[in-house]
């Protein structure tokens, strides 16, 4: 069997073609060019024309027997009947609505109950508010259909509005409880008049129309999967879907997942509750990570330098270094303040360009162990963390990691784990063992250990951060 997965990712278009018989994987990748000005919001038929673009190449000349979806979570587009667009895709780092979140929050009794309902906080990240501000804007909502891009690019490829509850689960539109859209939701939200895509089990397919099979130079009538999020097929192909499994992505942005066998919710609110596949995933994410630091280095250093330049520049002696701020980007988890700014305390004019980078490095895992003492006091210690991401190309970064969590991490190796995932769904809706050598981690998977102090010396300089957390919390500053 021959399987085609096509990613729509943040960034970037992807594909990953995978023979069954001759266990042969290739890759390929392509960054999207997109015309906006605001890289968050995009045309997402251009989107889908490049996908598929990438998608024919990648299928030229082999008979692809099923083709598998991933994409981001949380992207809104709106559609008319016929698919034409009414809004252009709003994607995850949008965050239009955060001050319409932000008078939403006041109202604490609500953001419990609209956190319970769904597992989403109140937040500019999510569907549900940008729908509201849509609204609010003047936008006609009465019959428009609600897709995010990996959802669109399978209505455009079948001709079905279908989607997964695992991608629904991201939209701050469905119920925990249920599996279903919550009809309460959308009632005291003001959405009524929207329509929803249908939903189906992870494991559904649907005929490729004639169209889409035109343009991917593949037969019609070849099924195509449900969609799935990138996050919760991450968890996917690294085989990490047992309860107490943690995945740790450190890319774009960060991503701490732990797998559950229900949902669970932090009485603080500080984390969420998704639907992966195939289960239930608690966690807690970040909108600064790599941005942050490619940011510190072009900034820093200038965009000609390389990481690999900057690396010997880092140490590990006890030293006054500068607070970061990792909130470039605003703030997801755990404290949920779209409007929360990051940047430098305690600078001094002795800091030096090297300083203040590993400032960054340093306030970006601070912000993602923050994260991570909030998951474990809802679910316990996990059985074991696997980390991936853009980390790894920075073995300081990396042991820095280990040092400040304070636990031993497992590092995988495998690339694309999304795109593994989109994989192994597929081969489960075909009815075959997804756990194919191709996949499989030569030699076991390398492991970093932290050093326990250091550990001890991070945990004052996590305290460190608190307290800078707390002072430039936006809801205690002057207006």
Same mark, same amino acid.
């Given at each position: 069997?021959?399987?085609?997965?096509?990613?729509?990712?943040?960034?970037?278009?992807?594909?990953?073609?995978?023979?069954?018989?001759?266990?042969?994987?290739?890759?390929?990748?392509?960054?999207?060019?997109?015309?906006?000005?605001?890289?968050?919001?995009?045309?997402?038929?251009?989107?889908?024309?490049?996908?598929?673009? !990438?998608?024919?190449?990648?299928?030229?000349?082999?008979?692809?027997? $099923?083709?598998?979806?991933?994409?981001?979570?949380?992207? *809104?587009?709106?559609? %008319?009947?016929?698919?034409?667009? $009414?809004? #252009?895709?709003?994607?995850?780092?949008?965050?239009?609505?955060?001050?319409?979140?932000? %008078?939403?929050?006041?109202?604490?009794?609500?953001?419990?109950?609209?956190?319970? %309902?769904?597992?989403?906080?109140?937040?500019?990240?999510? #569907?549900? /508010?940008?729908?509201?501000?849509?609204?609010?804007?003047?936008?006609?909502?009465?019959?428009?259909?609600?897709?995010?891009?990996?959802?669109?690019?399978?209505?455009?490829?079948?001709?079905?509005?279908?989607?997964?509850?695992?991608?629904?689960?991201?939209?701050?539109?469905?119920?925990?409880?249920?599996?279903?859209?919550?009809?309460?939701?959308?009632?005291?939200?003001?959405?009524?008049?929207?329509?929803? =895509?249908?939903?189906?089990?992870?494991?559904?397919?649907?005929?490729?129309?004639?169209?889409?099979?035109?343009?991917?130079?593949?037969?019609?009538?070849?099924?195509?999967?449900? =969609?799935?999020?990138?996050?919760?097929?991450?968890?996917?192909?690294?085989?990490?879907?047992? =309860?107490?499994?943690?995945?740790?992505?450190?890319?774009?942005?960060?991503?701490?997942?732990?797998?559950?066998?229900?949902?669970?919710?932090?009485?603080?609110?500080?984390?969420?509750?998704?639907?992966?596949?195939?289960?239930?995933?608690?966690?807690?994410?970040?909108?600064?990570?790599?941005?942050?630091?490619?940011?510190?280095?072009?900034?820093?250093?200038?965009?000609?330098?390389? /990481?690999?330049?900057?690396?010997?520049? *880092?140490?590990?002696?006890?030293?006054?270094? #500068?607070?970061?701020? #990792?909130? $470039?980007?605003?703030?997801?988890? =755990?404290?949920?303040?779209?409007?929360?700014?990051?940047?430098? *305390?305690?600078?001094?004019?002795?800091?030096?360009?090297?300083?203040?980078?590993?400032?960054?490095?340093?306030?970006?895992?601070?912000? !993602?162990?923050?994260?991570?003492?909030?998951?474990?006091?809802?679910?316990?210690?996990?059985?074991?963390?696997?980390?991936?991401?853009?980390?790894?190309?920075?073995? /300081?970064?990396?042991?820095?990691?280990?040092?400040?969590?304070?636990?031993?991490?497992?590092?995988?190796?495998?690339?694309?784990?999304?795109?593994?995932?989109?994989?192994?769904?597929?081969?489960?809706?075909?009815?075959?063992?997804?756990?194919?050598?191709?996949?499989?981690?030569?030699?076991?998977?390398?492991?970093?250990?932290?050093?326990?102090?250091?550990?001890?010396?991070?945990?004052?300089?996590?305290?460190?951060?608190?307290?800078?957390?707390?002072?430039?919390?936006?809801?205690?500053?002057?207006?």
């Amino acid at each position: 069997m021959i399987i085609l997965a096509l990613e729509a990712s943040t960034t970037s278009a992807k594909t990953m073609l995978f023979d069954t018989d001759s266990q042969e994987t290739q890759v390929r990748t392509r960054r999207f060019e997109i015309a906006s000005a605001d890289p968050a919001v995009r045309d997402g038929d251009s989107l889908f024309t490049q996908l598929m673009a !990438l998608g024919r190449e990648a299928a030229a000349g082999r008979a692809v027997d $099923l083709i598998a979806l991933s994409g981001t979570y949380h992207g *809104l587009t709106l559609r %008319r009947p016929d698919l034409s667009a $009414l809004t #252009p895709v709003q994607e995850w780092p949008h965050t239009g609505a955060q001050d319409l979140c932000a %008078r939403l929050r006041e109202d604490e009794a609500f953001t419990a109950w609209f956190y319970k %309902r769904t597992g989403c906080m109140v937040n500019a990240i999510y #569907p549900a /508010f940008k729908l509201m501000l849509l609204k609010e804007q003047g936008v006609p909502l009465e019959g428009a259909l609600v897709l995010d891009q990996n959802s669109l690019n399978f209505a455009r490829m079948t001709g079905r509005t279908w989607t997964s509850p695992a991608q629904a689960s991201g939209t701050g539109l469905l119920s925990t409880s249920s599996g279903d859209w919550d009809a309460e939701i959308v009632e005291r939200l003001g959405l009524q008049g929207v329509v929803l =895509p249908e939903l189906h089990a992870s494991t559904d397919t649907a005929p490729l129309t004639a169209e889409a099979a035109t343009l991917l130079g593949l037969r019609p009538g070849t099924p195509v999967l449900l =969609p799935g999020p990138d996050g919760g097929l991450s968890q996917v192909g690294d085989g990490a879907s047992q =309860p107490g499994d943690m995945t740790f992505s450190m890319g774009t942005s960060g991503a701490l997942r732990f797998a559950a066998s229900a949902p669970v919710l932090s009485p603080r609110l500080s984390t969420w509750a998704y639907r992966s596949p195939v289960g239930w995933l608690s966690g807690a994410a970040t909108s600064g990570c790599t941005n942050c630091v490619d940011w510190a280095k072009d900034r820093l250093f200038g965009a000609a330098t390389s /990481f690999e330049e900057i690396e010997p520049l *880092l140490s590990t002696a006890k030293r006054d270094l #500068p607070l970061f701020m #990792p909130f $470039l980007f605003g703030e997801r988890c =755990p404290g949920w303040q779209d409007q929360r700014r990051g940047g430098f *305390l305690e600078l001094q004019p002795r800091h030096s360009r090297a300083d203040m980078y590993q400032a960054v490095l340093h306030g970006v895992v601070f912000g !993602l162990y923050h994260c991570y003492r909030e998951l474990i006091a809802v679910g316990g210690t996990p059985r074991r963390i696997l980390l991936s991401g853009g980390v790894l190309s920075s073995p /300081f970064w990396t042991q820095l990691t280990a040092d400040v969590f304070g636990t031993e991490m497992e590092i995988s190796s495998l690339q694309h784990s999304s795109l593994v995932g989109a994989v192994r769904m597929a081969l489960l809706s075909a009815g075959l063992d997804d756990d194919q050598p191709a996949f499989r981690e030569a030699g076991g998977r390398r492991r970093v250990i932290p050093d326990m102090e250091r550990h001890a010396y991070y945990e004052g300089e996590f305290r460190r951060y608190l307290d800078g957390y707390a002072r430039t919390n936006p809801k205690e500053l002057p207006a």
